[in-house]
């Protein structure tokens, strides 16, 4: 058990029977009436976000979050396969779970599997990945004083907008949490 007053972004917790992490959290001390906790969650299983309300001091229960480092392999149908890189074991997630990493998952890519005892709950990418250009319309000379940005296609199919300069088959630093360019890499 964890108490309300010991919250952190990233933490997960349990709610009701459901998985949640704490997106955000806000301690609130009003002048009339006692301190509370309001806070952001996101629900592990099906993405859900509620603003929830807690009295200070309020316990929950901390849930146990596994996570294993695996290797993507290839896409199968509308399923993923990921291998353990210690046990070579595969296991397959569905497409569903993972429509915002797909984004930026690439072939051979070690990503971080997020488990609950035997759940598979999702996959959590490094903050950076380094993908190929595969279409961008060319830069033209001289308009890079303005220090406008382009859309570009990336080999996995997400549009990031990059600066003027950036060429087809460019690989870029692409940062994975709200997808903007970051550098050439």
């Given at each position: 058990m964890?108490?309300?007053?010991d919250?952190k972004?990233?933490?997960?917790?349990t709610?009701?029977?459901?998985?949640?992490?704490?997106v955000?959290?806000?301690h609130?001390k009003?002048?009339?009436g006692?301190a509370?906790?309001r806070?952001?969650l996101?629900?592990?299983?099906n993405?859900a976000?509620?603003e929830k309300?807690?009295?200070a001091?309020?316990?929950?229960?901390?849930?146990?979050?596994?996570r294993?480092?695996?290797?993507?392999?290839?896409?199968?149908g509308n399923?993923?396969v990921?291998?353990d890189?210690?046990?070579?074991?595969?296991?397959?997630?569905?497409g569903?779970n993972?429509?915002?990493?797909l984004?930026?998952?690439?072939?051979?890519m070690?990503?971080?599997?997020?488990m609950?005892g035997?759940?598979t709950?999702?996959?959590?990418?490094?903050n950076?990945?380094d993908l190929?250009?595969?279409e961008?319309?060319p830069g033209?000379k001289?308009?890079?004083?303005?220090g406008?940005?382009?859309p570009?296609t990336?080999e996995t199919g997400?549009?990031v907008?990059v600066?003027?300069?950036?060429?087809?088959?460019?690989?870029?630093?692409?940062?994975t949490?709200?997808?903007t360019?970051?550098?050439?890499?």
């Open positions: 964890i108490s309300v007053n919250f972004n990233g933490l997960t917790i709610v009701d029977g459901e998985l949640w992490r704490v955000e959290f806000q609130v009003p002048g009339k006692s509370f906790v806070s952001k996101k629900n592990l299983r993405g976000v509620q309300t807690f009295r001091g309020e316990k929950v229960e901390q849930a146990q979050i596994d294993k480092k695996m290797q993507y392999l290839y896409a199968d399923n993923y990921f291998m890189t210690d046990t070579y074991e595969q296991l397959e997630l569905p569903e993972l429509t915002e990493e984004k930026y998952l690439k072939e051979n070690v990503v971080s599997v997020i609950y035997t759940e709950l999702g996959v959590e990418l490094p950076t990945v190929t250009v595969a961008t319309e033209i001289g308009d890079t004083a303005s406008g940005s382009k570009a990336m997400v549009v907008q600066p003027f300069f950036v060429n087809e088959g460019d690989v870029l630093t692409i940062n949490t709200d997808g360019y970051i550098s050439r890499a």
